[in-house]
T-cell receptor, first 114, second 117 residues
Framework: AQTVTQSQPEMSVQEAETVTLSCTYD???????LFWYKQPPSRQMILVIR??????QNATENRFSVNFQKAAKSFSLKISDSQLGDAAMYFCARTYSSASKIIFGSGTRLSIRP | EAGVAQSPRYKIIEKRQSVAFWCNPI?????LYWYQQILGQGPKLLIQ????????DSQLPKDRFSAERLKGVDSTLKIQPAKLEDSAVYLC???????????????FGPGTRLTVL
């Protein structure tokens, strides 16, 4: 099955705290990419972080890091030192069809409490 | 480098009317995608172009939706006639290279929010 599952429709975190968003996926491919996209109210999809499935090392981008568990098909996003500007919908996604296409999860709405 | 441009940003129509959306991808990007994003869901691929040819339109409701990409650059997505369930955000994305090029990502436009009354 070609699915990406985000089990947390909404999450809330205190400003400056750390929050983790969960994602699991299914795939029959051995080589693929995983992504976390941010979509603020402006609707612009912004790539937050990318992970190559063949790399064991977890990707990091400043305050954003992932925990990639390939055998478990799990790909969570950790946001450290949360800021008000991090409030948005976050979508987990992975490539398929030789990486030419992307399938998205249903999203997690993250709110930041000041 | 200019991003993916889309217009209009918002559109409100009555059911059974027609509507068209326009997308201008990043210059030089061979692959163009149209997605439909219903409220509360992730984007769903409608159609994928490589240059001016269709690669995948398996999820496009062809009885009412059509799309074209003339000269391998700009693209238009049309709905005729619109139904209530077509209310959604329509996102356009482009990608530099065609085929199996794993590292190059899709860049998204700001989307068009369609409301069908």
């Amino acid at each position: 099955a070609q699915t990406v599952t985000q089990s947390q429709p909404e999450m809330s975190v205190q400003e400056a705290e750390t929050v983790t968003l969960s994602c699991t996926y299914d795939t029959s491919e051995s080589d693929y990419y995983l992504f976390w996209y941010k979509q603020p109210p402006s609707r612009q999809m912004i790539l937050v972080i990318r992970q190559e499935a063949y790399k064991q090392q977890n990707a990091t981008e400043n305050r954003f890091s992932v925990n990639f568990q390939k055998a478990a098909k799990s790909f969570s996003l950790k946001i450290s030192d949360s800021q008000l500007g991090d409030a948005a919908m976050y979508f987990c996604a992975r490539t398929y069809s030789s990486a030419s296409k992307i399938i998205f999860g249903s999203g997690t709405r993250l709110s930041i409490r000041p | 480098e200019a991003g993916v441009a889309q217009s209009p940003r918002y559109k409100i129509i009555e059911k059974r009317q027609s509507v068209a959306f326009w997308c201008n991808p990043i210059s030089g990007h061979a692959t163009l995608y149209w997605y439909q994003q219903i409220l509360g869901q992730g984007p769903k691929l409608l159609i994928q172009f490589q240059n001016n040819g269709v690669v995948d339109d398996s999820q496009l409701p062809k009885d009412r939706f059509s799309a074209e990409r003339l000269k391998g650059v700009d693209s238009t997505l049309k709905i005729q006639p619109a139904k209530l369930e077509d209310s959604a955000v329509y996102l356009c994305a482009s990608r530099r290279l065609a085929g199996v090029q794993r590292r190059n990502e899709q860049f998204f436009g700001p989307g068009t929010r369609l409301t069908v009354l």
